[in-house]
Structure formats: structure tokens, C-alpha cells
């Protein structure tokens, strides 16, 4: 009976091992750097048989450069790190401000504070467009969309869907809106 593949492969694994643990005893007793010193001479040797030591020689230089744009990138990690730190301050500041939990700066106060402004800013718009001719005549329009849009959200039937086409051709008649783009049809 034959010696199978596996057997074979672990009898070559032991005397490889073998081998080298004989190896690595004489050098640690004559020389311990000799094989580092030797691969290192064994590979310039190699490089330089080859016509490609420059080149090597580049490819480590690029290499050492991108080891020192990693700790760059690792530096300006932190600094990013500590932005956002400062951001969240800043966030649990506006909280105080906005009368929020200035304790519980987490995600939840981030989207109160939000909410808080997007509230202020609807009740600015409506304040600035109504002190302006053109943004009068803009938030009527909004105004008029929104219904628009809420009608057709609630037609269940061909016939309302034509009513609030109708509605939606006499805004266009009555000027509210230059009709750009639409032919004064009804939708398909």
C-alpha cells in the first residue's frame, strides 16, 4: 500500500522544519543578523542582475510616502474628531439657548434644534414674503399648489381628478401662472 498525498505532504513539512530550525541554531551561534543581512544583499543582487534596482528604489520611496500620508490622514482623523466634538458642544449650546436639555445633546436634541429652526425659518419666509409684492403673489401660489396637490391626493375618480384639472386650468386663465410648458389640456 502506497504513501497518500496527505502522509506526504506532513513527511515534507517535518523535514522542512527540521531543516530550518538547524538553520536558524548556526546562525544564531556565528552570526545572529545573517540571514536579515543576507536576504537584504540577496535581493540587491537580485534587483541589480535584473536592471530594476532604480525602480525598486522609487517603489520604496513611494512607499515610505504613503506611510507618511497615512499619518497625515491619521492627524487630520483627530483633528476631524475633535471638530465634531466642538460641533457638539456648539449643538448643546444652541439647545441651551432654544431652551431644549442642554444635557441631552445627543441626536434626539440635533433634531429638535433642527426643528426649532425649520419652524423660525417658515415663520420668517411668511413674514418677509408678505412685506414684498412678488412674495405675496409667491406664497399664493404656494397656497394654491398645496391645495391643489391635497385634492388630487383625495380623487378617487376620473371625475374629481377632471374637477381639480378644471380648478387647475382657471388658475392658469386667471394669470397666476404663464402656462410654460402646458397646452391648456386635460391629463391623460
Given at each position: 500500500?502506497?504513501?497518500?498525498?496527505?502522509?506526504?505532504?506532513?513527511?515534507?513539512?517535518?523535514?522542512?522544519?527540521?531543516?530550518?530550525?538547524?538553520?536558524?541554531?548556526?546562525c544564531?551561534?556565528?552570526?545572529?543578523?545573517?540571514?536579515?543581512?543576507?536576504?537584504?544583499?540577496?535581493?540587491?543582487?537580485?534587483?541589480?542582475?535584473?536592471?530594476?534596482?532604480?525602480?525598486?528604489?522609487?517603489?520604496?520611496?513611494?512607499?515610505?510616502?504613503?506611510?507618511?500620508?497615512?499619518?497625515?490622514r491619521?492627524?487630520?482623523?483627530?483633528?476631524?474628531?475633535?471638530?465634531?466634538?466642538?460641533?457638539?458642544?456648539?449643538?448643546?449650546?444652541?439647545?441651551?439657548?432654544?431652551?431644549l436639555?442642554?444635557?441631552?445633546?445627543?441626536?434626539?436634541?440635533?433634531?429638535?434644534?433642527?426643528?426649532?429652526?425649520?419652524?423660525?425659518?417658515?415663520?420668517?419666509?411668511?413674514?418677509?414674503?408678505?412685506?414684498?409684492?412678488?412674495?405675496?403673489?409667491?406664497?399664493?401660489?404656494?397656497?394654491?399648489?398645496?391645495?391643489?396637490?391635497?385634492?388630487?391626493?383625495?380623487?378617487?375618480?376620473?371625475?374629481?381628478?377632471?374637477?381639480?384639472?378644471?380648478?387647475?386650468?382657471?388658475?392658469?386663465?386667471?394669470?397666476?401662472?404663464?402656462?410654460?410648458?402646458?397646452?391648456?389640456?386635460?391629463?391623460?
Open positions: 500500500m502506497g504513501i497518500s498525498h496527505t502522509e506526504k505532504e506532513s513527511w515534507k513539512k517535518r523535514i522542512e522544519q527540521r531543516f530550518d530550525r538547524e538553520i536558524g541554531r548556526i544564531a551561534e556565528h552570526e545572529p543578523g545573517f540571514q536579515g543581512r543576507m536576504d537584504r544583499d540577496i535581493m540587491a543582487a537580485t534587483l541589480s542582475d535584473l536592471g530594476i534596482s532604480a525602480q525598486k528604489a522609487q517603489i520604496q520611496e513611494l512607499e515610505l510616502q504613503g506611510v507618511e500620508i497615512d499619518r497625515q491619521s492627524l487630520l482623523d483627530d483633528q476631524r474628531q475633535s471638530i465634531r466634538r466642538r460641533v457638539g458642544t456648539l449643538h448643546c449650546e444652541i439647545a441651551g439657548i432654544l431652551k436639555d442642554p444635557n441631552n445633546c445627543g441626536y434626539g436634541e440635533e433634531y429638535k434644534v433642527s426643528q426649532r429652526i425649520d419652524a423660525q425659518k417658515q415663520t420668517v419666509t411668511r413674514r418677509l414674503m408678505a412685506s414684498d409684492p412678488i412674495g405675496q403673489q409667491i406664497v399664493q401660489l404656494h397656497q394654491e399648489r398645496d391645495t391643489l396637490l391635497d385634492l388630487v391626493s383625495l380623487a378617487t375618480t376620473k371625475a374629481q381628478f377632471e374637477q381639480v384639472w378644471d380648478r387647475y386650468q382657471q388658475l392658469l386663465q386667471n394669470g397666476h401662472r404663464s402656462g410654460s410648458g402646458h397646452n391648456g389640456q386635460k391629463a391623460q
